[in-house]
Nanobody
Framework: QVHLVESGGGLVQPGGSLRLSCAAS????????VGWFRQVPGQEREGISC????????FYANSVKGRFTISRDNSKNTVYLRMNSLKPEDTAVYYCAATRQLFCSFVADDYSYWGQGTQVTVSS
């Protein structure tokens, strides 16, 4: 049974930080690229960061570049998203997803497995 489980979301003040975790099980995690997406009600799911499986290269959307950092620990089957300098516009449900493609992307249809999401709310 394939599972991706996000954790670490919550309520944080503007300028604060959170670290999201995505724990994988049921598949060979090391062979998959992983992406983080977020979604606000009424809007499309937005890809914000991803990490390749083959070379570990990381990518960021302009909206989070310089503030968010993605990392993976294959020994723990886990990917992390460190979020600093959070802004109210970062408020969303955050999802992790896994892709078997050689290079990760910000295209949701490229991903085979998805977690259930974790809510991040940035508010004073």
């Amino acid at each position: 049974q394939v599972h991706l489980v996000e954790s670490g979301g919550g309520l944080v003040q503007p300028g604060g930080s959170l670290r999201l975790s995505c724990a994988a099980s049921g598949f060979r995690f090391g062979y998959y690229g992983v992406g983080w997406f977020r979604q606000v009600p009424g809007q499309e799911r937005e890809g914000i960061s991803c990490v390749n499986t083959n070379d570990g290269q990381t990518f960021y959307a302009n909206s989070v570049k310089g503030r968010f950092t993605i990392s993976r620990d294959n020994s723990k089957n886990t990917v992390y998203l460190r979020m600093n300098s959070l802004k109210p516009e970062d408020t969303a449900v955050y999802y992790c997803a896994a892709t078997r493609q050689l290079f990760c992307s910000f295209v949701a249809d490229d991903y085979s497995y998805w977690g259930q999401g974790t809510q991040v709310t940035v508010s004073s």
